[in-house]
């Protein structure tokens, strides 16, 4: 028998607090796409950065 992974708890905590009811069948779908954006903040937060960088200008029409 295998650990249960722990974004799944999460899923669950996250999903209550947020008041969103979450089908079992989609779980290993939302914990996919979870890992993924997980990975992807993890290579942005590696970026360094020098503490002199300034956020882009934002421009509008």
């Keep these: 028998m295998s650990s249960p992974n722990p974004l799944d708890s999460y899923i669950d905590s996250v999903g209550s607090a947020l008041g969103l009811t979450i089908d079992p069948a989609w779980k290993p779908a939302v914990r996919a796409n979870l890992e993924v954006s997980l990975r ?4 942005v937060d590696e970026c360094p ?10 421009f509008s029409a």
């Design 40 to 43: 992807l903040a993890r290579q």
């Design 49 to 58: 950065l020098p503490d002199e960088t300034e956020p882009a200008s934002v």
